[in-house]
């Protein structure tokens, strides 16, 4: 199995552990061919291999809002979780899915989650505002348990309710 391969299969706690022992070096959009893939998306979306996913749609994660960016991630979990939220935050949305995609342009870490609960990019998450190509699905992955989405959820609602769940877009 490629180092390619051990991190996206690598978890959030396990991407956080192996971060303890390596300096943080910033993903910027100059600064961002040393980074490979594979790469994933989470979504409620229906996509085809060599689709395009562009910004400017509308968010899984907040209503009446368009993200400026494609969200994505170099580890599988991050984009489980996406998925997961999108279906349920979404009004008539369809099932979670995830996606993998290769950039087609620079991106940069995503600052929602680069330096917040951990320092760095521990989840490996990424944005563009150029297409994403979807190369790929991922169609059996590993879905968190109830509890825990739901305690993800009610952190949310909390956030929203205190008027913090602001997305760096």
């Given amino acids: 199995m490629g ?11 396990e991407a956080i552990a192996a971060a303890r022992d390596t300096a943080y ?12 893939g594979p790469f994933f ?14 910004p400017g749609h509308r968010s899984n994660f907040h209503e009446g809002r368009i ?14 979780w996406a998925a997961e939220l ?14 993998v995609v290769e950039p ?4 940069e870490d995503d600052p929602n989650v680069t330096n917040k609960r ?17 190369v790929g699905e ?3 992955w590993e879905r968190h348990a109830p509890e825990a989405l739901q305690a993800m959820l009610d952190s949310i609602a909390r956030l929203r309710a205190e008027g913090l769940d602001v997305i760096e877009d």
Avoid: K, W
């Fill in 25 to 36: 070096v910033p993903v910027t959009f100059e600064s961002c061919a040393h980074v490979g």
């Fill in 138 to 140: 991922v169609r059996s």
């Fill in 3 to 13: 180092d390619e391969q051990v991190h996206a299969t690598m978890s959030i706690a």
């Fill in 67 to 80: 993200s400026n960016h494609v969200y994505f991630a170099a580890l599988l979990e991050p984009a489980a």
């Fill in 104 to 107: 087609t342009g620079p991106f």
């Fill in 86 to 99: 999108a279906e349920a935050l979404a009004a008539s949305a369809g099932p979670g899915r995830i996606y």
């Fill in 118 to 134: 951990f320092p760095g990019n521990v989840t490996r998450s990424y944005r563009t505002r150029q297409p994403m190509r979807v």
């Fill in 41 to 54: 998306h989470g979504t409620t979306a229906t996509f085809d291999v060599d689709d395009l996913i562009v």
